[in-house]
Every structure is written in C-alpha cells, then in structure tokens.
C-alpha cells in the first residue's frame, strides 16, 4: 500500500523551447524604475473615451513612482469591462471568474506576503455576483487594495441595469427606468467593516493616484470607489462631479475625522455628486496578521522539528 | 464468531475459554449516549494489538439524539468490510434491541440494558440473551443520579471480560481519552470499566479470546479515513485551504485548521463554497498546491471555478466526501453518486483528474498522489471519498513519515523566459511561475478562464482554441497511459467479473472470496483511478462473460449506474450491467453475492 504510483518528482519550471535555467539575481540597486512601456501589454480594448483608460494610466503612474518591479506586480479581476485590467499590465495577473475576484486575491494575499495584491473590477463584480465576498472580505480585513471602476451599468453585456444604476435610469432590462434602489458602495463598504474607504473619479487623475498611493500604504482591505464612466452605455453619469462639464469636485471636508465611523457613513450620504478624497481609515490588525500570530504561536511549540517529525507526533497519538 | 474452536482452557473451570479469529459488535443506543466512544475504544485497542479493525457507524442528521449504532469488526486476519452480521449486539433500549436484532446472526448474542429492554419471548431461543442493568449499574458505581452518563464505559467493561481484551491496554487508553484537568473525570472512567469488567455473568458461560494476530512490520495507526485524508494532505505539503461547513467534508477542515498552523499554513473558513474554492485557486496560483474540498450541494456551487482551473490549467486539489443527494439528500449516508459531477460537472469541455481511495489507509496515500498528479499534470483533481470512508475507522501501518512527507514550497528564482500554456512543450503540459518571480525577458504571463495564447492572452481564434482544448485533454491522455492496469483479485478470466470504484472495495473482495469458496469463478477489479480511466481493462474485460460494475447510486434511466454508465460509453461492451443500490448503507457481501447471482440466472439485476 506504501508504495505511491506518483511520489513526488521535481517539475521542470517552464515549458518547450524555453530554457528553464535560472537567471543571475538583479540587485533592486541595478534596477531602474520601469516605464510606461515597459509596463503595458495588450492595448487595452475599451471604447474610445472609456474612463477606465485612466485608472490603468494611473496604474502605471503608481508602479513607476512606487518603484515596484515586475515580478511584485500582482493584479487580480474577475469579469467585466473593467476587469479586462491584468490583460493590459505586463505582470503577473489573473483574470478570474465573475465576481470572485476578492477570494482568489486573498488565497494569494494569505499564501504570499512577500506580494500586495491589487484587485480592478467593476460595480456588477462587487456588488452584484460578488457582494457576498465584499462583505466578507473587508470584515476580514485581507490585505490587499480593491478599485471599484464604478459607472453605474453593465457595459461588457451592452446597457443593463447595474446594482449601482440610480432609480429611473433606461436601460434594456428597464426600458421604463430603473425601479430597484441602488447601492451606495461607501456606505456598504464601511458597514462591511472595511478599514480604508475613499472615493474618487476617472476625471481627477491626480486625485486617483493620490488615493491609489493612500490605499497601497494601508495595511490592510483598502478599497476605491472611482467613478469610471461608460461613454457608451451611460455618458454623462458623472458630469456633475465634474469641473470641466460644469459640475463641482469637492474634497472630504478637512475637519472630517477619517476614524470616525459614523461620521464616513453620513458623509457617504452626502447628495450627489458628494464629495471625494478618503472617507475612512482605521487600522485594525489584518487577517494576515492574526493568522501569523497564530503560525507564530505553533510554530514555537514544534522549533527545530521537521515536517515529518511534527506529523508522527500527531501519529503517536492516534496509535 | 466465524472459524469457531472450541479450546477449553479456562482454570477456574467456571467460563469456557473460546478461540476466536475475529469478531463483530454492534453497539446500539441513542446518538448521545458516547456509544461511538466504546466503538473507538475498542478499535484503537485493535490497533495497538496489530490487529485488523473496521468499524460502520449510522448517525442520525438530527441536530442532538435520535437512533445511532456503531459496529466493530475486529479480526486477527484480513477484515475488509465492517462485517453483515454481528456475533453480538449491544443494545442500550428498547428501539436498539428490536431494531437491530435482525442483523444478528442465529445463535449470536444479545447483550441488553435490562434496565431499558424488555427481551421478546419470540427470540430467546433464537439468540442467546444476556441482560444486565448497565444504567442502575453505573450509576450504583459512581454515584449520583448520573443521567446515562459513563454506562457506555461500563459496557466496555462488560465487552473488555467477554472477550478476554487487554485490561491494561484500555486503562492506558482511557487515561488518554479522559486524562485531563479534571482528574475525577478519569477516576470515574476507571471506576465504570472496572464495575462493568468485574460484573459476574453469570448466565454466559463462555469468554472468547481472539487468536494472536501475525505480527505486522511497523506500528498501527488508528484513524477515520477524513483524518487520514487530512494528515494526507499535509505530509504531501499542502500549507493552505480553504473550506465552508457542510457534512461530512466539516471534519477534514477543521483537523487542517488545527494542524496547518504548525507547519506554517492556513486553513480559511469562507463565507460560501464558491469563496472556498476561489481562495484555494488563488493560493495554489500562489505557488504550492491548495486544498477545498464539500460534500453534497456545495460540489455543484464550485463547478463554475472548477471549469476555471481546468481552463487555466491550475494545480488544485478538491476533496469531495460524497453523501447521499441530490440536493440536501441525506447528509450523514453514504452514497457514490458523485461521480458524475466530478468527472463531467461544468460547463463546456473541461478536463480534470478523478481519484476514488478505496478505505481509511488509501485515504492517506490518495492525498499525496492527487497533490503529485496536480503537480505533474498542471490540473484540478478530484479526491471522491464518501460518508462511510469518512466516518470508518481502521488500523493500517504507520506511514513511513520520513519518506512520504514532501516539500512542494514554490521555486521563485528567476527565469530567462517563460511562456506557461507552450503548445511546443515537450510533455505538452503547462507550467505556472508563480508571482513574484522574475522573468528577464519581460513578458509575463496572465491566468486565466478565457481561451487563451500562449502567454495567457485572450483570443479568439479558432485555430488556437482547437489546439488548446486538444492540449488539456491531451496530457490527461498522458496520465492514463502512465496509470497502472488495475490487479484482478481472483482468476484472470472466468465466469462473472465485479468492477467496482473507491469505497466498493472491501465488501466486493469479501464477495469474490464467498463466490470462490463455493467454486465459482468470479473475479473482481477496483478502480481508485476513475477519470481518466487507465488502460487495460478491455482486456481484463475479455476474459469473463459477466462484467458487473457494483456502486452506491441510482441505476439510472437506462439501468446502469453513474460508472458503469462511463464504462459502457467506453468500451461499447453490452456484457457490462451495473448493480447498484441506494438504501444509504455501504454493501453487505450478502447483497453483492444474491444481486450477481440473481442477475446471471437471468432475472432482471433489480435490488
């Protein structure tokens, strides 16, 4: 019975005409930071004027600043427009299925915290198909930072109502106007136990990046609304928070108490077009962490056994 | 108490010293009354006295009580299926006593709570009936009113004296179950045995003692098969899990929940089963091998990232602890009516491995070689255990720890290039790079559930659509050509074949041995390789005129169950029927035997 038909046998690490030899490690000394180039793959395939343009171009901007190399690049999506996103960055990414894109990031969160995963998917991903792990993801508080290109409807399925299309909007699953009461994503965020909360849009690129760099920082679930339109299939939806269409861009108030939490959810509640910046932020420790706490704790009580001795423990016990 | 000889050897004259080779106790009460605790007692005392042991338990899905037995089948030989008839019962109340009797056998004993039972004139000649006041006994002994608490430990101590077992041996078994901070807990434990092991029996006569088992390489170990396809796991170097309760898979989570943490992983509850799956996707993108694993409903609710992982070629491991379905069905039976969904379930063409262990010990070995092929093969895979398999309990070796246990931590230095879906790859199977490791070419790859290119890109030609699906199903065409050709127990050809899978194994052999006693030539195969199906067994098939695939599931609209179904479709070979049940019990080697039988001489293979 002992005897394994498939023990374990070293892989080789790529395939075919390739050579799998490593490579001579490059000090982060030699390195320079990488360039826009260098960074983008396919050219992205969303309509000319789509507000996603600009967080991927924000995106960049953050890889380059940050100096975060290649290989350290972790971009996770589920589907959707929007979440077409790691097809367009050169670097390891994951286009995962519809709506569950938070619990794929956190096996690589939790397994891997040499890397700080980011997560780009849309207002059906998170809050419709996905809501679920939305919640449960910012109560768990996994390390990682989530942008939401919300724009309040289906665009890769052509004009459905989204969970974020406010009430009256046309779409071909509401042909007399959207009837359903839509999300306030803030809202369920910090209700959801989220311990970083900002809100931004496409049109202010020197704000998304600020909120980008904010949430990276965060230790922790951090998570961006960013207004993202689809000049498609609902033009016009942001115009209000927009300065160059006439609309007005206001900051979060300066005296807001960002660890307030009460105090985010009313803001979030703030008329449309509302206000932008970061709504909430109170470190609480990570789920990463406590489960290393807990590693800590066992590893201490085995120190100096090796796998096989730990497991023949557990064996004597069972004899 | 099968192979009976009668040896009188007993000094003091008074009991008869009977010479057994194996015995079967069926303990029945009520599912609180700790009766899976006598049955886990004397199956680990099995273990240690290099014994074989098997044991069946029935629980009921109710929340707290409700009718439960557990049998043991402890053997100095071979004990394959945990026995059809019991030579004792025990039987706490009323219901035990006229629920079980009939799976007796005539002449055996009943051993009954005369505090709870009333015996039935009918069947006293029948079976030899011994009653003892087990609750007003216990409780005379440690007191109080003690409300059912400690008769089942006196009951061991009744079974310890029937059966001649290792006094000692237990009392160091119960300091280890019962030795905890309080120490009156063990005190009364002790007190319990040793009021039950000294009770006089006065009306049966005979003790029996079991032969001296031959003596084995290596110490046993004692477990249920969901621990030892937990344990499985981690000497196969799994570090990361991620799971939601449902029964009977619950038991496997929470072990690795316990134990990962001392080998640095993590085991993660999820909000769903659809999260469960997704998180061990992403930590097996991650770079080493990841566990989930269901039962029931929540297989189906991971189809959907299955038919990723099988798109994106990712290693995963999926545990599936089968119970009876569909839908909520019947959580705490037993049923192989999975196979189907593991095999076939999701959308589109997507290929992916099925292994089915056969008991509580291949459990063990399964775990690591479903890890392996993941690994080697770049594929989900299916572990199809079930509800009997988990809830078992048996005695095997001790695993050579040392050898078995692998380190399958990710390799992140760097690569010149990498491309990880080659169409030119030698062995034409895919090979990940997990993130963060660098690639000097710098192009880097995208998982991913869309039809791709090489590099992981999205596309949409048909062309490379054609290749790819040709390349995941190819490398299972690989596998099954490096799969053993399964051994035929009993003769290579004859009259009547049995094919079985997983679970069916003990049982099926027990019937060949039954058939071939009586002169029969019949012979039997079972698959733990259920998808792809290694080769070999046209051939196999030849050599007899009966194929009959026995499973616990549906025959279906045509007559065949879900693998002979498979098996059909493959071979295009009418001789293979199928017999199949669903009463939510494992086989008995009784109902193997009539079903063939009865099916050969031409009546429709009806249960």
């Known amino acids: 019975m002992s005897e394994l038909k498939f023990p374990f046998t070293p892989l080789p690490r790529t395939g075919g005409t390739i050579t799998s030899d490593p490579v001579p490690p490059l000090a982060d000394s030699d390195r320079k930071p990488l360039t826009k180039k260098e960074i983008s793959a396919d050219h992205p395939t969303w309509c000319p004027g789509c507000g996603d343009f600009s967080v991927l171009a924000l995106y960049f901007k953050l890889i380059e600043r940050r100096k975060m190399w290649h290989e350290k690049v972790t971009t996770v999506a589920g589907i959707g427009c929007s979440s077409r996103f790691p097809y367009f960055v050169q670097a390891h990414g994951a286009h995962f299925i519809h709506g569950r894109a938070l619990p794929f990031a956190s096996g690589v969160s939790l397994s891997r915290p040499d890397l700080h995963v980011f997560v780009f998917g849309g207002d059906g991903d998170a809050f419709s198909i996905g809501g679920n792990h939305f919640s449960h993801t910012a109560r768990k508080n996994i390390k990682m930072t989530y942008v939401v290109m919300d724009n309040f409807v289906y665009g890769l399925t052509k004009k459905q109502t989204s969970p974020t299309s406010p009430i009256g909007f046309k779409s071909k699953t509401d042909i007399w106007g959207s009837l359903d009461r839509p999300i306030n994503p803030l809202k369920q965020a910090i209700a959801a136990g989220a311990t970083f909360v900002a809100r931004t849009t496409h049109t202010n690129p020197n704000h998304v990046l600020e909120m980008m760099e904010a949430a990276m920082d965060h230790d922790g679930f951090s998570y961006i609304e960013c207004l993202s339109e689809c000049v498609e299939f609902y033009p016009g939806a942001f115009d209000a928070s927009n300065p160059r269409k006439g609309g007005k861009f206001d900051l979060v108030p300066k005296e807001h108490d960002v660890t307030d939490e009460y105090g985010a959810y009313r803001l979030a509640d703030t008329a449309w077009p509302g206000c932008f910046g970061i709504f909430y932020r109170n470190p609480r420790p990570t789920k990463n962490a406590n489960e290393a706490k807990i590693i800590e704790e066992h590893r201490s009580k085995v120190s100096g056994l090796a796998d096989w001795e730990i497991l023949q423990k557990s064996f004597a016990r069972m004899k | ?607």
């Open chain 2, 1 to 607: 108490m099968s192979a009976v000889a009668e040896e009188p050897s007993s000094a003091d004259g008074q009991s008869k010293l009977t010479k057994i080779n194996e015995a079967v106790i069926r303990i029945a009460g009520n599912s609180q009354d700790g009766i899976q605790a006598i049955g886990g007692f004397l199956a680990r005392l099995a273990g240690r006295s290099e014994q074989e042991v098997m044991t069946f338990m029935t629980i009921p899905s109710t929340i707290s009580g409700g009718p439960s037995i557990f049998q043991v089948r402890i053997g100095s030989g071979d004990v394959l299926s945990a026995g059809d008839e019991a030579d004792m019962l025990l039987a706490f109340y009323q219901h035990s006593y006229e629920g079980h009797i009939n799976s007796v056998k005539l002449g055996g004993i009943v051993l009954y709570d005369s505090d709870h039972v009333t015996p039935k004139p009918e069947w006293l000649e029948r079976y030899r009936h011994v009653g003892v006041a087990i609750s007003s006994k216990t409780v005379e002994a440690i007191g109080g009113t003690g409300r059912d608490k400690g008769k089942n430990i006196f009951a061991l101590g009744l079974l310890a004296r029937i059966y001649d077992l290792d006094v000692e041996k237990i009392t160091r078994l119960l300091g280890e179950r019962f030795g905890g901070k309080d120490a009156t807990i063990l005190q009364n434990a002790v007190t319990c045995f040793n009021a039950g092991h000294a009770h006089q029996l006065q009306d049966l006569l005979k003790t029996y003692q079991f032969r001296h088992a031959e003596v084995r390489g290596g110490q046993q170990v004692v477990m249920n098969g969901n621990e030892a396809l937990a344990f499985g796991l981690i000497a196969a170097g799994v570090r990361f899990g991620a799971g939601y309760p449902i029964t009977p898979w619950s038991d496997i989570m929470e072990l690795l929940r316990r134990e990962l943490p001392k080998y640095g992983g993590t085991f993660v509850q999820c909000e769903d089963e659809i999260a469960s799956i997704s998180m061990a996707i992403g930590a097996s993108w991650g770079g080493r091998v990841a566990v989930t694993g269901s039962s029931g409903p929540g297989i189906s609710l991971k189809t959907e990232a299955l038919g990723w992982a099988s798109m994106a070629e990712m290693p995963l491991v999926i545990v599936d602890v089968q119970r009876g379905g569909p839908s909520t069905g019947m959580p705490t039976n037993v049923e192989q009516s999975d196979l189907n969904i593991a095999c076939f379930g999701g959308h589109g063409d997507s290929p992916r491995v099925v292994l089915a262990p056969s008991g509580v010990e291949d459990c063990f070995y399964t775990a690591i070689e479903a890890v392996n092929i993941a690994r080697k093969y770049s594929t989900p895979v299916l572990i199809l255990t079930d509800q009997g398999i988990a809830s078992r309990i048996e005695a095997f070796v001790e695993p050579d720890l040392r050898k078995v246990c692998q380190d399958i931590s990710p390799d992140l230095s760097p690569v010149p290039d990498h491309k990880p879906y080659d169409l030119a790859a030698p062995d034409g199977v895919t090979r990940h790079l997990a993130p963060g490791t660098r690639i000097a070419s710098g192009k880097y790859p995208v998982v991913t559930g869309l039809e791709h290119d090489e590099l992981g890109h999205p596309t949409g030609s048909p062309r490379l659509h054609v290749a790819m699906t040709a390349k995941r199903r190819n490398k299972l065409r690989k596998l099954s050509a490096d799969l053993p050709v399964p051994a035929v127990y009993g003769p290579a050809a004859g009259q009547i074949l049995l094919v079985g899978w997983g679970s069916t194994y003990g049982p099926m052999r027990e019937a060949v041995d039954k058939f071939r006693s009586l002169g029969d030539a019949v012979a039997c195969i079972n698959l733990k390789y259920v998808n792809p199906l290694p080769g070999g067994l046209d051939e196999i098939f030849k050599g007899f005129r009966h194929v009959f695939v026995v499973e616990l599931n549906d025959e279906g609209v045509y007559g065949y169950g879900q693998f002979g179904a498979v098996l059909r479709a493959r071979y295009c070979d009418p001789k293979i029927r199928g017999i199949t049940k669903v009463d939510g019990l494992t086989w008995k080697v009784k109902e193997i035997v009539d079903r063939v039988r009865a099916a050969v001489a031409g009546a429709p293979v009806k249960a």
